[in-house]
């Protein structure tokens, strides 16, 4: 590759199709993941790629394969698969690409639980080119004859690690072994050890490794504060913070919790909503999509049901209690400072939960520093420089 950093698709090999609908998109220059990766993928290479959300990553696969694949798939066998570990993610990253398959004559199709596995039967016979599926639905599909895998040549795993959290590493693998035609995998992830490791070393043939970021290094655009706070205090600081902020996700330990927060926050004027895995998906999807049009500015989740959240504008996260760890932190965290954008991570600590923040600092090779005590009424709370 040049050592010019390219400053349009078409310098990576982006075919005359897809760039003009990347134009019409809206997306003028590509992403450092995407520099690295669309080149190795369009030659064919499996990629292994260590990027966290937000980096642009969806386009990085999103591109090499709608580009590799052939068009006009016959009905129940597409000739593309994008394996996700959540509901929320598949239809993100089914919106992003639909519109530059559709400028290229070829259809895209989420396939995901808690919605209608008719309809979705109904769209694969009609023929779809790129599935973008969660494991369980689609394996339900494959068992059921509804859609074939044996058409498949290029597979992307995203958001791995994700997947592998969430128990779902055997169903990816019985995908992989099912995948019978020769293809091309890449696998996305935040970290490449453990189970995601094991997935690699296994399934992707002699991959190119592309990254933009390191685990620590991901934090380099977003600012840390860890505050000391009373327990009864919590919910007003977050007001406070978000009204000074703008759109925010806090993340809270427990369903219970998050609409304990939810009612808190709307009772203080604040427009929020919780999301967790007992509401319905109509419900989560409703929230996400009022949260993304400013509508709600604040957002009450928990970890599992934050892992579909890909939205660019977050200007701060609030951890309501510690995270139990560095990785964590990073999952949580991530959802700001994304796409080249500043952000803020909040820790809300009580005097009993000092000691982990100290594990985080060190974790992210911060300044070891007490958390600082505020209340609900410190000024500097709505304009977090200050402190």
């Known amino acids: 590759m040049s050592s010019r950093t390219p400053t349009a698709f078409a310098d990576l090999g982006v075919p005359d199709d897809i760039d003009a609908g990347l134009a019409a998109a809206g997306f003028d220059a590509p992403f450092a993941i995407q520099t690295e990766a669309i080149p190795v993928a369009l030659k064919g290479h499996d990629v292994c790629g260590r990027a966290r959300t937000g980096s642009g990553k969806t386009l990085a696969f999103g591109i090499p394969t709608l580009a590799r694949i052939d068009r006009n798939a016959a009905p129940r066998r597409p000739h593309g698969l994008v394996l996700v570990p959540t509901r929320e993610l598949a239809l993100q990253v089914a919106e992003v690409l639909s519109p530059l398959a559709k400028h290229c004559g070829m259809r895209v199709l ?12 109904d769209e694969l016979e009609r023929g779809v080119d790129l599935v973008v599926a969660t494991p369980l639905r689609l394996i339900d599909l494959v068992k059921a004859g509804e859609v074939g895998l044996d058409k498949i040549t290029v597979i992307t795993l995203d958001e791995a690690d994700r997947m592998a959290d969430e128990g779902f590493t055997p169903q990816v693998e019985w995908i992989l072994r099912h995948i019978t035609a020769e293809h091309q995998t890449m696998l996305f992830s935040a970290t490449l050890d453990g189970q995601v490791g094991h997935l690699v070393n296994r399934y992707l043939k002699s991959p190119i490794e592309v990254a933009v970021d390191s685990a620590t290094e991901t934090v380099g655009t977003m600012r840390h504060l860890f505050l000391a706070i009373h327990k009864l205090d919590k919910d007003k600081v977050i ?8 759109q925010t996700v806090v993340f809270c330990d427990t369903k219970r919790r998050c609409d304990r927060v939810e009612r808190a926050l709307l009772d203080l004027n604040v427009k929020a909503a919780a999301i967790h895995g007992d509401l319905t998906q109509v419900a989560r999807e ?10 709600i500015n604040v957002l009450v989740a928990t970890d599992v049901a934050a892992r579909g959240i890909d939205i660019d504008d977050v200007s701060l996260v609030v951890h309501y209690e510690p995270p139990i760890d560095v990785k964590a932190y990073l999952h949580r965290s991530g959802r700001t400072a994304r796409a080249g954008r500043d952000g803020w991570a909040v820790t809300l600590a009580e005097y009993n939960q000092h000691t982990t923040c100290r594990i985080i600092q060190r974790g992210l090779r911060l300044d ?12 500097r709370l709505k304009d977090l420089r200050k402190f």
């Not at 007001?239 to 703008?246: T, V, Y």
């Not at 409703?286 to 509508?295: D, H, I, P, S, V």
């Not at 070891?368 to 000024?379: G, H, K, Y």
């Open 110 to 121: 989420a396939v995901y639980g808690g919605a209608s596995r008719d309809k979705q039967i």
């Open 239 to 246: 007001a406070s913070m978000a009204a000074g902020a703008g």
């Open 286 to 295: 409703k929230a996400l999509k009022r949260f993304e049009a400013n509508q």
């Open 368 to 379: 070891i520093q007490p958390p600082i005590e505020v209340f609900s009424n410190d000024p």
